[in-house]
């Protein structure tokens, strides 16, 4: 009986619930409500996710995420492994050439002043550069917080593994991601403050055709401009590019579906749930982070103002030629801030399509970002 009883109180205490602490239950709390919104709202689920079940297992249990050094068997966690690859900015890469796989360029090859509603939008990264710095974070911590202002992950992860912030990678991704998946209920209330019923109703003239050539050219001619002048960022843009190449030179179909398909998913899935295990109760729950969620809201939230102001400026000199919604999309959520600017201009007339002229902005607001992202990195000598 002795022996029984000593195997049921091993295998009882060998339960989570005598290893867990207040705060994992917290964190495995926040994890239920971000699948709640993802899979009952629909808060981008792709993202939303695999990142609520990632911060699931990590609170569940941490050892998910344990390095080799630190095991007593000397084997890491699975989910250690899928960060390692966050740290090396391969998952980041290919991101970027998934997104560039999948997205038509053409909005913004036909409209180029987009590229000035994408630069725009990119002030909260700068607003939350000079935020952080005011909360006492370093120079390089400062620069990795504020990408977030792009509504951009992969960027963000890219540039603390850059700048070897790897301490505060994971609050950032999560912050990132968090406000990527929640650009439909962010992004509106800002866009009508600072908009008028009159100017939403803006109708925008048809986009002119682009040429298969122009289609083909622009990639490259993006890579070699962006790269010779930030050659940090070619992992970056040049994935992005080389993806939209595979879309458009209509020679590698089943690359272009593999990138922006199988490969783009597992990605995606790795990502994710690696992201979402760094949100352990003790690495998430501390004044640091709490800094860095806040920055990020104030970033982005900065990064859409601006966004939309220009647009309004933009509509002033072009008298009414351009609807400053699509200011908006300058972030580079790519498409959801293009969505939130066509959802939002056909709540004021529901005969307006602004899709595809926001698309315009919203890839320029990718390419600036990883600008905004190689610029520090220029700044600070990191190569």
Same mark, same amino acid.
């Given at each position: 009986m002795e022996y029984i009883g000593n195997t049921l109180n091993n295998l009882f205490h060998q339960t989570a619930f005598f290893?867990? /602490?207040?705060?994992n239950y917290f964190m495995i709390v926040i994890a239920c409500v971000f699948l709640y919104l993802a899979i009952r709202h629909g808060f981008e689920p *792709?993202? *939303? /996710?695999p990142i609520a079940f990632g911060m699931l297992l990590v609170n569940i249990y941490p050892d998910i995420m344990i390095a080799p050094e630190a095991s007593a068997n000397g084997v890491g966690g699975l989910l250690h492994y899928f960060y390692i690859l966050d740290e090396w900015a391969i998952l980041p890469s290919l991101i970027f050439m998934g997104v560039g796989a999948m997205t038509d360029f053409g909005p913004l090859i036909a409209n180029p002043k987009s590229f000035l509603l994408g630069a725009a939008a990119q002030f909260g990264i700068f607003a939350a550069y000079f935020g952080a710095i005011g909360m006492g974070f370093n120079d390089m911590a400062a620069a990795a917080i504020s990408i977030i202002g792009g509504a951009d992950g992969p960027t963000s992860i890219f540039l603390a593994s850059k700048l070897g912030q790897t301490a505060?990678?994971?609050p950032i991704a999560v912050a990132a991601y968090s406000y990527m998946s929640l650009v439909p209920i962010i992004q509106p209330p800002i866009m009508k403050l600072l908009t008028t019923e009159k100017t939403r109703k803006i109708k925008?003239?048809? %986009? &002119?055709?682009?040429?298969k050539l122009e289609k083909i050219l622009f990639p490259v001619v993006v890579t070699i401009v962006v790269? @010779? *002048? %930030?050659p940090t960022t070619v992992p970056l843009v040049g994935m992005l590019m080389l993806g939209n190449l595979f879309r458009e030179s209509g020679v590698v179909r089943q690359l272009q579906e593999t990138a922006s398909?199988? @490969?783009?998913?597992?990605?995606? =899935?790795? @990502?994710? /749930?690696? +992201?979402?295990?760094t949100t352990s109760a003790e690495a998430f729950l501390n004044w640091d982070t709490l800094k860095i969620v806040l920055l990020g809201l104030i970033a982005f939230m900065f990064g859409t103002a601006a966004g939309v102001v220009f647009g309004n400026i933009m509509c002033?000199? /072009?008298?009414?030629? =351009?609807?400053? *919604?699509?200011?908006?999309?300058?972030?580079?959520?790519?498409?959801?801030?293009? &969505? +939130?600017?066509?959802k939002v201009g056909a709540e004021a007339d529901p005969t307006n399509f602004l899709l595809m002229h926001a698309m315009g902005p919203n890839v320029a607001g990718v390419i600036g970002t990883a600008v905004a992202a190689g610029t520090f990195m220029a700044i600070f000598g990191v190569f």
């Open positions: 290893n867990l /602490t207040v705060g *792709l993202l *939303l /996710t505060i990678m994971g925008m003239g048809q %986009l &002119r055709p682009v040429s790269g @010779l *002048l %930030l398909n199988a @490969l783009m998913y597992i990605v995606v =899935i790795m @990502l994710g /749930t690696s +992201v979402g295990a002033k000199f /072009t008298k009414g030629k =351009i609807n400053p *919604l699509i200011g908006s999309a300058g972030v580079s959520a790519v498409p959801m801030a293009a &969505r +939130v600017s066509q």
